[in-house]
């Protein structure tokens, strides 16, 4: 499977209804999640993205409970080239979390934020702008890569948080993600005065982007998206856990224009919507995340309990996960 592909794992062997089963890859540790439940039967079920920044080789994907720890290890592969358009020029605007940039700017954090790197902010948003990747436009897949930080401060420098690097990843014409590098204490460490626990991760995807409530236009080669609602995933409340999976986060809009297309036909100008694109269509893609079914099933047994991992296909509607 490739780095930032999409794996289902199941473990048996908890405690019937377990919680707080934490998931996780080595070798590098990477939290995926922390919260994942055992079902009545003891089994425990995590279905999610691997760290784009996975190196190739083998790794380790744990579930690790109370009284139990088991692992399989799963064999990570570069990337394939995303076919498409090379993006010439990009850009995004998002606030954030409004909540949460008016906590930081309140009486109670007493605090700022300052953008590096390319950022920048013009109130009620941060702005990314230039960016490098490939996207096909017809099928809506590939991935847009930005530079530039936020970095997030209060409480007398007790709470700090970065989030930056950017990615967009457009998964089809209703769904996509924001990916980020995040690192910082929660507000709660904060506020204990705890800043020894500090999450750092890279290009987790960060937020869920529904496209099918957004705004989307077409102008010659360049897509605008606008008013798309965000909301948090599991891996980014594991990542940034002031907030549960599925929180809903600031609209995001953002702007898409490609160049070097003479292998690809663009539509006509107007809205973009699904049924413009044809199931061959999308199904000729071969995104970063977007594989085939392929491989094996990776079982390992440890102490009365096992793990299975299988890649998940999102390539096609319809493709069912190795069990």
């Not at 996509?176 to 995807?205: F, I």
């Amino acid at each position: 499977m490739p780095a930032g592909g999409e794996i289902s794992a199941s473990g048996a062997g908890f405690a019937p209804g377990e919680t707080d089963i934490k998931v996780v890859v080595y070798s590098t540790p990477v939290i995926l999640e922390q919260t994942l439940a055992a079902d009545a039967d003891g089994v425990a079920t995590w279905r999610g993205l691997l760290p784009a920044t996975l190196s190739p080789g083998e790794h380790t994907l744990t579930f690790q409970g109370k009284d139990l720890a088991l692992g399989a290890p799963i064999a990570v592969l570069a990337p394939l080239p995303v076919s498409g358009c090379t993006v010439q020029d990009a850009s995004i605007d998002w606030g954030f979390k409004e909540s949460f940039r008016s906590y930081i700017s309140g009486s109670i954090a007493h605090g700022t934020w300052e953008v590096s790197d390319g950022a920048a902010y013009t109130t009620p948003v941060f702005q990314w702008r230039g960016a490098t990747g490939t996207v096909e436009l017809t099928a809506m897949t590939g991935q847009v890569d930005f530079a530039g930080t936020v970095t997030f401060t209060g409480h007398d420098g007790l709470l700090r948080t970065t989030v930056g690097s950017p990615r967009i990843r457009l998964v089809d014409d209703a769904h996509a993600q924001l990916l980020l590098d995040v690192s910082g204490v929660t507000m709660e460490d904060a506020l204990a005065g705890r800043t020894d626990n500090v999450v750092t991760v890279s290009a987790v995807p960060f937020v869920d982007i529904d496209l099918a409530q957004a705004e989307l236009t077409r102008d010659g080669s360049t897509l605008t998206v606008t008013g798309a609602p965000t909301a948090i995933t599991a891996q980014g409340s594991t990542a940034f856990p002031n907030y549960p999976a599925g929180t809903a986060f600031d609209p995001i809009a953002f702007s898409i224009t490609v160049t070097d297309c003479a292998a690809q036909a663009l539509p006509g100008d107007g809205e973009v919507s699904a049924s413009g694109t044809s199931a061959d269509a999308a199904g000729s893609a071969m995104p970063v995340w977007g594989w085939a079914l392929i491989g094996a099933l990776a079982l390992l047994f440890a102490a009365g309990g096992s793990v299975v991992t299988s890649v998940v296909s999102r390539r096609r509607k319809g493709a069912e996960a190795l069990r």
